[in-house]
């Protein structure tokens, strides 16, 4: 594959092949605890793929040019931990400054960005694959879609079985959770077409 191409076939690979949320189960409790209610999964996950796609530029440019020259790379979760929780608040105070209505719309899920493990995964997963500063922002933005569009596919389901007789011991996480099976295989279906490591 020419190198031109690496970072467009990372992006497809970390939305549909290599679902963050679907294929490694990164991220599952927001996942789980937002996807019940359609305009809430949308406002986190247009939040978790900026974040994502940001610190993972900015996660791949600290450990490249402060942790790997001085020999810190043990220092990594910490330190990836940091840059996360600094940009999301550093993002939050923006959003408050700037739109208050979309700051009160998103309310405690932009905290919650912080503790959201795909986030810190995406950036582990990039310094143990040795991307690139683009093929990391790729990466990043991949992920954060693919993991946008598993929980706004989860709350538009649903939504569907609100109206829908489900036996009293599935309601609640039981379905939840028997349908993110069901969308983790079909993701797999995509599986062979594009893959990344």
Do not use: H
Not at 38 to 65: C, Q
Not at 107 to 121: E, M, Y
Not at 144 to 171: N, V
């Amino acid at each position: 594959m020419e190198n031109s191409m690496i970072p467009v076939a990372v992006f497809f690979a970390a939305v549909f092949t290599n679902n963050i949320l679907l294929t490694n189960y990164l991220g599952m409790c927001s996942f789980l605890s937002v996807s019940k209610d359609l305009k809430a999964s949308y406002g986190l996950g247009i939040a978790v793929t900026f974040v994502m796609a940001t610190t993972s530029a900015i996660n791949w440019a600290v450990y490249t040019f402060l942790l790997e020259p001085f020999n810190l790379e043990y220092l990594r979760f910490i330190v990836l931990i940091m840059v996360i929780a600094a940009f999301v608040q550093l993002v939050e105070m923006v959003i408050e400054r700037v739109s208050e209505s979309l700051y009160a719309a998103l309310g405690i899920f932009l905290p919650l960005i912080t503790v959201n493990c795909a986030i810190l995964g995406v950036s582990l997963f990039m310094v143990i694959r040795d991307y690139d500063l683009i093929t990391s922002f790729f990466f990043g933005l991949g992920s954060g879609l693919g993991w946008f569009l598993a929980i706004l596919s989860m709350a538009g389901i649903l939504q569907k079985l609100k109206k829908a007789r489900i036996p009293r011991g599935l309601e609640g996480p039981g379905i939840t959770l028997i349908i993110t099976g069901i969308m983790a295989m079909a993701f797999m279906g995509f599986s062979g077409i594009l893959t990344i490591g």
